[in-house]
């Protein structure tokens, strides 16, 4: 069955480094959504792609779709302790009506 | 305008019995979709309903049902529960039903989450 995996599962960085987490998908996608969840909240929708080999940029944080629209990955410049949470990618495939979500990169930022 | 609202927010029951859970969604939000996040399977796709229709079923057992009203306020049921069951339980809701169109924005707005412990 379809499966979208996220790596790595946890990172833990220096605040003011970088982070970057990958979603992977075992068939195309038609377009990919990335989610925050803050500990204890809910997630928080983040961005849609759907061009392959998009990029967007939202300040620090860049995203992309690749070229065969089977991975993305979301990039985070120069870290801040308010980047704290789980990144989820979710994502639909053609001809699909569910979201697949990613199992989830948590990310902690040390002060 | 009002977030998605899900009640209750945390709930106690003993295995066996039954429980059901409410999520309204944002108004004008026609398409609400449930999920199940533990913390070792993340969030698993439950039921999706678009204008009081199910769309699409995820891989649970019959226990897990769900409905949806004509003002698209949602239900979803749980019977016979099992240990296994205690998790976060996320409804979303979206404008447009998941996978309408590509490039349609289908963003889902996620309510705050029923905390449900099977003891």
């Known amino acids: 069955g379809q499966q979208v995996m996220q790596i790595p599962q946890y990172q833990h960085v220096q605040e003011g480094e970088d982070f970057t987490t990958y979603c992977n998908s075992s068939t195309t996608l038609s377009n990919i959504q990335w989610y925050k969840q803050r500990p204890g909240g809910h997630p928080v929708f983040l961005i849609q792609l759907v061009k392959s080999g998009e990029v967007k940029k939202q300040k620090r944080l860049t995203f992309q779709f690749g070229e065969a629209k089977k991975n993305s990955s979301l990039h985070i410049t120069a870290t801040q302790t308010t980047d704290v949470g789980t990144y989820f990618c979710a994502g639909v495939v053609y001809t699909g009506n569910q979201f697949y979500f990613g199992t989830g990169t948590s990310l902690t930022v040390i002060p | 305008k009002a977030g998605v609202t899900q009640t209750p927010r945390y709930l106690i029951k003993t295995r066996g019995q039954q429980v059901t859970l409410s999520c309204s969604p944002i108004s004008g939000h026609r398409s609400v979709s449930w999920y199940q996040q533990t913390p070792g399977q993340g969030l698993q796709f439950l039921f999706e309903y678009f204008s009081e229709t199910q769309r699409n079923k995820g891989n649970f057992p019959g226990r897990f049902s769900g409905r949806q009203f004509s003002n698209s306020r949602s239900e979803m049921n749980v019977s016979t529960l099992e240990l296994g069951d205690s998790a976060l339980y996320l409804c979303?809701?979206?404008?447009?039903?998941?996978?309408?169109?590509?490039?349609?924005?289908?963003?889902?707005?996620f309510g705050q989450g029923t905390r449900l412990t099977v003891v």
């Open positions: 979303a809701s979206s404008l447009r039903p998941v996978g309408q169109g590509a490039r349609m924005n289908t963003e889902a707005f």
